[in-house]
């Protein structure tokens, strides 16, 4: 039995899109800081994989596998599908609490990413 998944988002999580977004294979900013690291770190615990709105495009999984190579960042896969995780790593993310209260409602509609 294999490590358990851990799914990170592309932009935002590991590329830090500051500029937005530029196209499907333009991905001008650095990495987020300290991202590196902490890939290495969780490959010892989890299979991590890029799941990206980009792999459903032509060219999107190739933009994203030349960038990761360019900055010498290595994940296990890079996918166009979803697949069972223990954890999603996304800066579009709202976790869950299990209840839809006017206070999460609220939440939603005020969401903003952190490079906003």
Same mark, same amino acid.
């Given at each position: 039995?294999g490590l358990p998944?851990?799914?990170?988002?592309?932009?935002? &999580?590991? +590329?830090?899109?500051?500029?937005?977004? @530029?196209?499907?294979?333009?991905?001008?900013?650095?990495? %987020? *800081? /300290? =991202?590196?690291? !902490?890939?290495?770190?969780?490959?010892?615990?989890? #299979?991590?994989?890029?799941?990206?709105? #980009?792999? +459903? @495009? *032509?060219?999107?999984? *190739?933009?994203?596998r030349k960038y990761?190579?360019? +900055?010498?960042?290595? %994940?296990? !896969?890079?996918?166009?599908?979803? =697949?069972?995780?223990?954890?999603? &790593?996304?800066? #579009?993310?709202?976790?869950?609490? /299990?209840?839809?209260?006017? *206070?999460? %409602?609220? @939440?939603?509609? +005020?969401?903003? !990413?952190?490079?906003?």
């Amino acid at each position: 039995m294999g490590l358990p998944t851990l799914i990170l988002d592309f932009d935002g &999580v590991i +590329h830090s899109y500051t500029s937005g977004w @530029q196209g499907i294979d333009v991905t001008p900013d650095p990495p %987020v *800081e /300290g =991202v590196k690291s !902490a890939i290495n770190e969780l490959k010892k615990h989890f #299979r991590v994989v890029v799941y990206s709105s #980009r792999c +459903h @495009q *032509e060219g999107g999984i *190739e933009a994203i596998r030349k960038y990761l190579l360019k +900055h010498d960042i290595w %994940v296990d !896969a890079i996918v166009d599908k979803k =697949v069972p995780v223990v954890a999603m &790593v996304d800066d #579009r993310g709202i976790t869950f609490t /299990g209840e839809w209260s006017e *206070e999460f %409602v609220e @939440q939603i509609k +005020h969401f903003k !990413a952190w490079y906003e």
